[in-house]
């Protein structure tokens, strides 16, 4: 199912529009992601992933609230579509899914890795 691969960046805008529902435009979503993962996210990286995001008919957007202050420009929001769902709900099962197969031994750390590292 390759036409639900999500990047990991892409992954996490997809997550934050999710989280601002109807308040998700450029700035809100990059402050939130600051402030949730203590990232720095630059304006470029995240309106890329935007952009790639809407072509894949995961994201779609509307402008609206155009005020002086912005000098007559709107906001752009962002919404999740149907298929965007749908992309998140197999992102998270496959994650969970490795998740689940880890064998245990696999994650437990050693008290000989701890203090030879």
């Given amino acids: 199912m390759k036409k639900f691969q999500l ?11 999710a989280i601002l529902y109807e308040n ?3 700035v809100s979503i990059k402050k939130e992601i600051e402030n949730r993962l203590g990232r ?10 935007l952009k790639r995001l809407e ?14 202050e912005r000098a007559g420009r709107p906001k752009r929001y962002f919404k999740i579509t149907s298929l965007g769902k749908q992309a998140m709900q ?3 099962e496959t994650r969970n899914s ?3 197969a880890i064998p245990s031994i696999s994650l437990e750390v050693k008290f000989s890795e701890v203090y030879n590292a």
Avoid: C, P, R
């Avoid at 990047?7 to 529009?17: K, W």
């Avoid at 720095?40 to 992933?49: E, K």
């Avoid at 072509?55 to 002086?68: F, I, R």
């Fill in 40 to 49: 720095n996210v630059s304006v470029g990286a995240l309106q890329s992933a």
């Fill in 98 to 100: 490795l998740w689940d």
């Fill in 55 to 68: 072509d894949k008919d995961y994201l779609v957007s509307h402008d609206k609230d155009a005020t002086q």
């Fill in 7 to 17: 990047g990991e960046f892409e992954e996490v805008v997809m997550l934050t529009v």
């Fill in 24 to 26: 998700a435009y450029g």
């Fill in 90 to 92: 197999y992102t998270k």
